[in-house]
């Protein structure tokens, strides 16, 4: 990579950084993921989305040590529905204590606004963009990781439905393309467990299993992830 991206302690890049993800009933076993590096909290799979139950998660998560993610997917991307207002609210409660914040490229109001808040406070920004059904061309991707750091995004991230050999080829390329300055690339759907090895071969600096239900098709889970990248990336 031209440039060294951390999350809090976590340098990024050589073997790939393992994330567990979980929403409301998955923080305990986030606290508990063993191999992972880093929490990812789903805000928007909580039964009841408050800044104030966000917070209370995020304390919980903090006592475990690894460095948090915070998110509230948007409902166009695999979310659950919410009024934008209170995803707003519960991504401002939640920056002043976590280490990163991921948002959708889509959401280019709440991105620049929460990039604004995010740069003096030293917080490190993903940018995605998910697809359920497909996996888009390589110039569609490829304009998607353009775009995320034309909004100023410290590292993009893209996610699609990767069915075929095809599929996972594509996400190979853009993969190897981006790689020069920070990309995460992930399958969902049938090729999905194959593509969190795989991508991070290729470049790929974060790879997400599941800690508890899982957040998307295609996750292994984090203890079986972590076996894997141990023996197949060497420290």
């Known amino acids: 990579m031209a440039r060294e991206l951390s999350i809090a302690a976590v340098r990024l890049g050589g073997r790939p950084a393992i994330v567990a993800a979980g929403g409301e009933q998955d923080v305990a076993a986030l606290a508990g993921a063993n191999g992972a590096n880093i929490a990812e909290l789903r805000g928007d799979l909580f039964e009841q989305p408050t800044p104030d139950a966000i917070v209370a998660a995020i304390k919980r998560l903090r006592a475990a040590g690894r460095p948090i993610i915070f998110t509230a997917r948007v409902a166009a991307e695999g979310g659950r529905a919410m009024p934008e207002e209170l995803r707003g609210e519960l991504y401002r409660a939640a920056l002043p204590l976590v280490d990163a914040i991921d ?5 280019v109001a709440l991105a620049e606004e929460l ?15 998910h697809d359920f059904t497909a996996t888009p061309s390589r110039e569609t991707l490829l304009a998607s990781v353009e775009r995320a750091r034309a909004l100023g995004a410290d590292l993009p991230k893209l996610a699609t439905h990767a069915a075929t050999p095809d599929d ?12 020069a300055d920070g990309i995460v690339s992930l399958g969902m759907g049938p090729l999905g467990p194959l593509s969190r090895i795989v991508l991070p071969a290729a470049g790929s ?31």
Request: aromatic share 4%; hydrophobic share 55%; glycine share 6%.
């Open 115 to 129: 990039i604004a808040r995010a740069r003096p406070a030293n917080r490190l920004v993903i940018l995605s963009a």
């Open 168 to 179: 996972l080829r594509i996400l190979l390329d853009v993969t190897l393309a981006a790689r």
């Open 103 to 107: 948002v959708e490229i889509a959401s």
């Open 205 to 235: 600096l974060l790879t997400y299993g599941a800690a508890g239900r899982g957040t998307a098709p295609g996750q292994l889970p984090v203890t079986e992830l972590a076996s894997l990248v141990a023996r197949l990336f060497p420290s």
